[in-house]
């Protein structure tokens, strides 16, 4: 771990103007938040993250869970997973998100692992994590070592010729199946973020993750009012059954008016290159009849552009069957 510079501001606009300081190109890459710090430390022991600023941004008031003005709920950046996990409103209004936040690492990482880190969870492919290896996401061209390696557990939607690694996130994933919006601060002001817009394909720029600048700091996530009627359920599949990345993972809100769909959301984890929402598995449930036959299609649609690599092409059938049972635990939900 190389020496790095150590700062704790008090206000957010303090933490803005230490985060934008530093005049250079690599700017992004020089300074880091650090809340829980569960991914940054780790990757700054493998020399991966190697900033010369580190900014302690925990004294900052952004641990709120608070009712939105609109009758949907506000969760602070700083608020600790395991609290936004088993907060009331949480598990009544919005219980994908507990089941998903639940279902990833464990209860002492949950305990201090942040909503706005797991916002910038990196990933997990090995190659990333290893600079003996050539990776694009880690150092831009230099390659994409998993592209003919190791890539069982890599992504299969949102790929390109130079990167295929995956979003290890899982309540990404239920944030994005509720619609959930971001709220920065930077240099230039506050604004909101709708979730879908926030993560970047990886393309040919495979380090760009997100649409933030530097200087950016995440404040919270709005969560929109719950829908009326509606059931959710979040589904992981693993190796394993605790402390274990997805191999693929559903998020699902489903409003039923009698048998047939009234409202359909549907997110991926496990499968993409970013919290995968699906317009097009969405577009085959709205109005149709509540049944395997029509979630199957759903499944099938979410899946039509997958490129899968040589060791996980398992994924695609994985995926499939995962959205399908989930979907089926959505119309049970009492």
Known sequence: MDTFQFSRPTTVDQAVQLGAASPTAQQSAEVRFVAGG???????????????????????????????????????????????????????????????ILSGASPQLRNMATTGGNLLQRTRCIYFRDTEHA?????????????????????????????IATNPSDQNVALTALEATIQVQGTKGKRSIPIHEFYLLPGSTP??????????????????????????????????????????????????????????????GGVGTRPWRSLEAERVLQGHTAEVATFRRASEEALKDARPASENGFKVELAKRCIVRALTMSTKTA
Do not use: W
């Open 207 to 268: 380090d760009k993750e997100t649409v933030l600048e530097p200087g950016d700091v995440i404040l919270s996530v709005t969560l929109p009012p719950p829908v009326a009627g509606a059931n959710s359920h979040y589904l992981k599949l693993r190796d394993r059954a605790a402390y274990e990345f997805a191999l693929a993972s559903a998020a699902v809100v489903l409003k039923l008016s009698g048998s047939r769909i009234q409202h359909a959301r549907v997110a991926l």
């Open 135 to 163: 990776c694009n996401k880690r150092e831009p061209g230099t390659g994409c070592s998993a592209i003919e390696g190791h890539n069982r557990m890599l992504a299969i939607l949102g790929t390109s010729k130079d990167c």
């Open 38 to 100: 569960t991914t940054l430390i780790d990757l700054m022991k493998l020399n991966i993250e190697r900033p010369r600023q580190v900014v302690d941004i925990n004294v900052l008031p952004l641990e709120k869970i608070e009712a939105a003005p609109n009758g949907g709920l506000i969760i602070g950046a700083l608020a600790r997973n395991s609290d936004v996990a088993h907060h009331p409103t949480v598990q009544r209004d919005y219980p994908v998100l507990s089941q998903a």
